[in-house]
């Protein structure tokens, strides 16, 4: 079984400050990553996603990510923040061979001007 | 590429009437489709999983028999709340995948919006 922690639940900063939102996990096997963004209202929107290879993932929207297997994290970057990046992010994991997603709790990221 | 529908967006309802809610794969063929439910500020819970042709699985503490799931197609998953209560309400996204494992990633829905008065 796996679980995914979002050590923050809401992330305040301002427009064109670097940001980081912060995601653990825990499995017995190995893991595919994933980052999530939810609008108001709105389903979820894949950002990125690490399956194999290279640690540092490039996602849409100016987004990377980097999976440390040492400290199984998977901690989401963005140097500069816009207006428009206010939103919901999930952390979420899936075991390699597994249909089921399991998701964090959620970080509320909020930018202001 | 890669669009999931669902349909209707919004829906309120009497208490004791059954919702059915559509979810569809517009561009790609879905073998496995997702229930999931969100509570307000809370994070997604998946209900079930079904796969085209089959009975869907449910999750520990998922009511199929209240949770009707229908994959009958690659194309379309339909969740049916039957008897609807106003515990019942919350925000009911699907998602859909091309495959049935592996490295496919899950493609997610708007979401419908249920309430139950």
């Known amino acids: 079984a796996q679980s995914v922690t979002q050590l923050d639940s809401q992330v305040p900063v301002f427009e064109e400050a670097p940001v980081e939102l912060r995601c653990n996990y825990s499995s017995s096997v190995s893991v595919y990553l994933f980052w999530y963004v939810q609008y108001p209202n709105q389903g979820l929107q894949l950002l990125l996603k690490?399956?194999?290879?290279?640690?540092l993932v490039k996602g849409i929207n100016g987004f990377e990510a980097e999976f440390n297997k040492s400290q199984t994290s998977f901690h989401l970057r963005k140097p500069s923040v816009h207006i428009s990046d206010t939103a919901e992010y999930f952390c979420a994991v899936r075991g390699r061979g597994a249909q089921k997603l399991v998701f964090g709790q959620g970080t509320r990221l909020t930018i202001n001007p | 590429g890669a669009v999931v529908s669902q349909h209707p967006s919004r829906v309120i309802c009497k208490s004791g009437t059954s919702v059915k809610i559509e979810c569809r794969s517009l561009?790609?063929?879905?073998?496995?489709m997702f229930w999931y439910r969100q509570f307000p500020k809370q994070s997604l819970m998946l209900m079930a999983t079904?796969?085209?042709?089959?009975?869907?699985?449910?999750e520990q503490g998922v009511e199929k028999d209240k949770f009707l799931i229908n994959h009958a197609s690659l194309t379309l998953s339909t969740l049916t709340v039957t008897s609807a209560h106003p515990e019942d309400s919350s925000f009911y996204i699907c998602?859909?995948?091309?495959?049935?494992?592996?490295?496919?990633?899950?493609?997610f829905g708007p979401g419908t919006r249920l309430l139950v008065l």
């Open positions: 690490y399956l194999s290879g290279s640690t």
């Open positions: 561009d790609f063929q879905a073998t496995t």
């Open positions: 998602s859909a995948a091309p495959g049935t494992g592996g490295r496919e990633t899950q493609y």
């Open positions: 079904s796969n085209e042709g089959s009975k869907a699985t449910y």
